[in-house]
């Protein structure tokens, strides 16, 4: 049985090393461009999903402030009848501060414990400790 090559042995052969290498990055471009547009892909279709979902959102946030809207006006003409209309506006107004007031305090100590992206930072900061080590192996 002789050892016959393989046409890719055969290619590589009787193909010259410049050419070779121009094969490789033509490759290597063909695949970045595909990846390139395959990215662009699934991020379009996942921006579609979030604006869809962003507005669903924004209408129920325009709702449900209505909705607290009208509730807060009950409460006021309702109290208006124990304690009088000025001193229930008052009262529905200070109820609604106390409120705010600790959705303040709470959204505060959340944003104090955001830590940003420290795994991207991270790696960020080796990338040029990597290239510097491959320069020093030429």
């Known amino acids: 049985m002789t050892d016959q090559p393989t046409p890719s042995e055969e290619k590589a052969g009787n193909t ?13 471009s063909t695949l970045m461009r595909q ?11 996942s ?4 604006g869809k979902g962003a507005g669903l959102l924004g209408g129920g946030g325009v709702a449900g402030f209505l909705a607290v809207l009208f509730v807060s006006i009950a409460a006021w003409w ?4 124990l304690i ?17 007031a600790v959705l303040y305090v709470n959204g505060r100590k959340a944003l104090a414990t955001v ?6 930072v991270e790696t960020v900061k080796e990338i040029p ?5 491959n320069e020093e192996n030429r």
């Open 16 to 28: 010259s090393l410049g050419d070779l290498l121009s094969e490789v990055t033509r490759d290597v």
């Open 35 to 45: 990846e390139v547009a395959l990215a662009r892909a699934e991020i379009q279709q």
């Open 47 to 50: 921006a579609k999903r979030a």
């Open 78 to 81: 309702g109290l208006g009848y």
């Open 84 to 100: 009088g209309n000025a001193w229930s506006g008052l009262v529905v107004a200070v109820i609604w501060g106390i409120v705010a």
């Open 115 to 120: 830590e940003g992206v420290p795994q991207t």
């Open 129 to 133: 400790e990597t290239l510097k080590r």
